[in-house]
């Protein structure tokens, strides 16, 4: 038996488009902050030493945002499977709302502790 309704399977596709709409959005304006701090360019050496920090940020967080685009490209296949709402580690059900918050995640809170 569907751990979710099709009611709920359809929120869940929803939520999913829309966070990878704004996680596309968001690697946009992620790549135009992470370009290399230019040797030539002819700020102090305090304000080098911020932008390479800066940059280093802005890196770390264009690759998880890069990761869970993917993941959420490859969890909506998922959704319409018969177990998809059940934790891949123990097997009971999710949280629906957990779902609909990370819905890549395929582990329920005890389990990803």
């Given at each position: 038996m569907p751990v979710l309704s099709d009611k709920q399977k359809e929120q869940v596709r929803k939520k999913i488009n829309e966070q990878i709409h704004e996680s596309e959005k968001e690697l946009i304006i992620l790549k135009e902050v992470t370009a290399a701090v230019a040797p030539d360019n002819s700020i102090g050496r305090i304000s080098r030493?911020?932008?390479i920090n800066n940059k280093s940020v802005n890196d770390a967080a264009y690759l998880n945002t890069r990761n869970r685009l993917k993941q959420l490209k490859n969890v909506i296949d998922k959704v319409d499977e018969d177990n998809f709402g059940n934790c891949v580690r123990c097997g009971h059900p999710i949280a629906f709302e957990?779902?609909?918050?990370?819905?890549?995640?395929?582990?329920c809170v005890n389990c990803s502790r």
């Open positions: 030493m911020d932008a957990r779902i609909l918050i990370m819905p890549e995640k395929r582990v």
